[in-house]
């Protein structure tokens, strides 16, 4: 719509800088014009800063989720820690095997399983608690692939700016033309002018026509930024909650099972347990990069709505 009312005010615009003699059109006309084409660039600016404030609160609540879920990583991976000390403990020269006890003395029987299967109660206490964090995490990393697609789908639905950036430019073109045009008419001694439309034409000529569509591309390049980065944490997300059940399976998990891992499973939970905590570390910065891209939008939105705002003041 906008884009056929620019063209038919353009030619109105350009039969004015071109007429006869004497003057076609009059102050009033230059005024109108200018007006209809610069109202409402305000108003579609503040719909981008708004856009700009609900992405920013999807993706700082999507950061807290992801630094929680490493908050709790970490807790986990401590309880991990005091597990496989007293495991190790407990089954140090063979007292977790049938072979290991069936080759002790009593003593030995006495000393290395069954002084040690006291902590089997502290152990069980911090399995269970191991479990419990690990399902949090898990599903606070599943939280974060929520607000990382509805990031992407906000941003993605309003980086194309092009009507914005037609309308700015539509304005800057009729205020260069009013200029030209209110100038023949000044230079014409026979015209009479409407001493209030003078003051708003200067008004006109000094506060609209300043945006710099510039700053309209810049939007559109931070937007596809938020959309680029919130893809990123998505697939993070989706693929450290998949780690992080992994490191929460049962076998990892319960007791029975915990003390019959070998070597190379104890590595494989380990090396699970870190690269959920890695992908819970690597979706609060994508976090933090989304929310920190959104601010500045904001900031940038905000001066440019001032500036339209002036301008339109002026038709009031």
């Given at each position: 719509?906008?884009?056929?009312?620019?063209?038919?005010?353009?030619?109105?615009?350009?039969?004015?800088?071109?007429?006869?003699?004497?003057?076609?059109?009059?102050?009033?006309?230059?005024?109108?014009?200018?007006k209809?084409v610069?109202?409402?660039?305000?108003?579609?600016?503040?719909?981008?800063?708004?856009?700009s404030?609900?992405?920013?609160?999807?993706?700082?609540a999507?950061?807290?989720?992801?630094?929680?879920?490493l908050?709790?990583?970490?807790?986990?991976?401590d309880e991990?820690?005091?597990?496989?000390?007293?495991?190790?403990?407990?089954?140090?020269n063979?007292?977790?095997?049938?072979?290991?006890?069936?080759?002790?003395?009593?003593?030995?029987?006495?000393?290395?399983?069954?002084q040690?299967?006291g902590?089997?109660?502290?152990?069980?206490?911090?399995?269970?608690?191991?479990k419990?964090?690990?399902?949090?995490?898990t599903?606070?990393?599943?939280?974060?692939i929520?607000?990382n697609?509805?990031?992407?789908?906000?941003?993605?639905?309003?980086?194309?700016?092009?009507e914005?950036?037609?309308?700015?430019?539509?304005?800057?073109?009729?205020?260069?033309?009013?200029?030209?045009?209110?100038?023949?008419?000044?230079?014409?001694?026979e015209?009479?002018?409407?001493?209030?439309?003078?003051s708003?034409?200067?008004?006109?000529?000094?506060?609209?026509?300043?945006?710099?569509t510039?700053?309209?591309?810049?939007?559109?390049k931070?937007?596809?930024?938020?959309m680029?980065?919130?893809?990123?944490?998505?697939v993070?997300?989706?693929?450290?909650?998949a780690?992080?059940?992994?490191?929460?399976?049962?076998?990892y998990?319960?007791?029975?099972?915990?003390v019959r891992?070998?070597?190379k499973e104890?590595?494989?939970k380990?090396?699970?347990?870190?690269?959920a905590?890695?992908?819970?570390?690597?979706?609060?910065?994508?976090?933090?990069?989304?929310?920190?891209l959104?601010?500045?939008?904001?900031t940038?939105?905000?001066?440019l709505?001032?500036?339209?705002?002036r301008?339109?003041?002026?038709?009031k």
């Amino acid at each position: 719509m906008h884009k056929y009312l620019f063209i038919i005010l353009g030619c109105l615009f350009t039969s004015f800088a071109h007429g006869a003699d004497e003057p076609v059109i009059t102050a009033e006309d230059i005024f109108n014009a200018t007006k209809t084409v610069c109202s409402g660039i305000s108003d579609e600016i503040a719909q981008v800063a708004k856009i700009s404030k609900i992405n920013t609160a999807v993706t700082a609540a999507g950061t807290a989720v992801a630094g929680a879920a490493l908050a709790v990583g970490i807790k986990k991976s401590d309880e991990e820690e005091k597990i496989d000390e007293i495991i190790s403990k407990m089954c140090n020269n063979g007292g977790c095997t049938p072979e290991g006890v069936a080759a002790m003395s009593d003593e030995e029987f006495w000393n290395k399983v069954v002084q040690p299967m006291g902590q089997i109660v502290e152990l069980q206490k911090h399995i269970e608690n191991s479990k419990k964090l690990g399902n949090w995490r898990t599903g606070l990393m599943a939280g974060t692939i929520g607000t990382n697609v509805a990031s992407a789908i906000i941003s993605g639905l309003n980086k194309d700016q092009s009507e914005l950036v037609q309308h700015i430019t539509a304005c800057n073109n009729a205020v260069k033309t009013a200029q030209d045009t209110y100038k023949q008419i000044q230079n014409n001694t026979e015209t009479t002018l409407n001493i209030n439309i003078i003051s708003k034409l200067d008004d006109v000529n000094t506060w609209c026509g300043n945006i710099n569509t510039e700053d309209i591309e810049k939007i559109e390049k931070r937007m596809t930024g938020v959309m680029g980065t919130s893809i990123a944490g998505g697939v993070i997300g989706v693929v450290g909650t998949a780690t992080s059940a992994a490191a929460n399976a049962d076998k990892y998990t319960e007791q029975t099972k915990r003390v019959r891992l070998d070597q190379k499973e104890t590595e494989t939970k380990n090396a699970l347990n870190t690269t959920a905590n890695v992908m819970a570390g690597a979706n609060t910065a994508t976090g933090l990069v989304e929310t920190g891209l959104n601010i500045s939008l904001i900031t940038l939105t905000k001066r440019l709505i001032a500036q339209a705002e002036r301008c339109e003041e002026i038709f009031k």
